[in-house]
């Protein structure tokens, strides 16, 4: 599991900005708070910083 949560205590939802993921060939972009699971196996990504 990867959970992914915002810090901003007015709109504790957003992220304030995009995460993409990629699991099994699927592009996913996030921009609100989001737990994934991802079974084992599951082919992910390389993890890119900016």
Known sequence: MIGFLGSNPDDPYDL???IEI???G???????ISII???GGSQAFTAVDY
Do not use: A, Y
């Open 16 to 18: 304030g900005g995009v």
């Open 22 to 24: 990629g699991i099994n």
């Open 26 to 32: 699927e592009l996913l972009r996030l921009t609100k």
């Open 37 to 39: 699971f991802m079974p």
